[in-house]
């Protein structure tokens, strides 16, 4: 699983009420990811890494763009970094809406909010269970 605040588009998509998740993790890892997020009050929106979004990584000039077509741009991302992990199971958590307010929202403060790390917590100490 990792965190990132790659491109500002989840955003665009979902705002800072939620972050993105996606990836090659089997659907009962993500759905528990999913419930440990419910659980502690963090809310995850899922999106598909389907392989048709690579084609928004290729190059004429390089083996592989870091930035994707306009559309779908955390997606893009997420695929990017797939690429890099191999056969790995994994789950990428787009942060960059909850991870820093301009202003405080309901029980998050202004600034920094700390957000996944209740959620990495509850979802972890369940695996270990």
Known sequence: IDLAT????????????AAAVMGT?????????????H???ERLVEFPL?????????????DLSNLGKAE??????AKFLERFIEGTPWLHLD????????APDSYRGKGGTGTGVRLLY????KQLA
Not at 6 to 17: D, H, K, P, S, Y
Not at 95 to 102: E, K
């Open 122 to 125: 509850e979802f972890l100490t």
């Open 6 to 17: 790659l491109t500002g588009a989840a955003v665009r998509a979902i705002g800072t009420e």
């Open 25 to 37: 993790a089997e659907a009962d890892t993500t759905a528990q990811l999913l419930a440990a997020a």
């Open 72 to 77: 779908a741009g955390h997606i893009s991302a």
């Open 50 to 62: 389907w392989d048709d979004y690579a084609d928004h990584m290729k190059s004429d000039i390089a």
């Open 95 to 102: 942060i960059a809406g909850p991870a820093f307010l301009t």
């Open 39 to 41: 659980r502690v009050h």
